[in-house]
């Protein structure tokens, strides 16, 4: 129980620190890249969320769209800092807040087995 806690909080922060990051993007992109990679941190939150309170059977299914998830935020994460969004110290901690998440929802789903 503890685990699923700390994970639904570090992925709040996470949400909380990308809408900074993404709030100093250029305005063409706000409304492109911005959204896209808001709404898959939200979605991994809710997804989160939504683990947390399944049933065993439902939390696996749940916790396997959050990679998904995850993996399609590496790459657009990757093209910002290509497109020089941010710079390399902060793609560097983005990218290992994503990495952190990942391990943990990785650890999560070998409970459940």
Request: charged share 25%; aromatic share 12%.
């Amino acid at each position: 129980m503890e685990q699923e806690n700390t994970i639904l909080v570090q992925t709040y922060e996470f949400l909380k620190m990308m809408t900074g990051v993404l709030s100093h993007f250029p305005h063409a992109q706000k409304s492109l890249l911005a959204d896209r990679i808001q709404n898959l941190v939200s979605d991994v939150l809710e997804l989160f969320i939504e683990a947390y309170y399944s049933s065993r059977g439902n939390k696996r299914d749940k916790l396997q769209e959050v990679n998904i998830k995850l993996e399609k935020l590496r790459y657009y994460i990757r093209l910002c800092y290509e497109l020089g969004y941010y710079n390399s110290t902060k793609y560097g901690a983005i990218m290992e807040k994503i990495q952190e998440i990942g391990k943990m929802n990785g650890g999560w789903i070998k409970s459940l087995s």
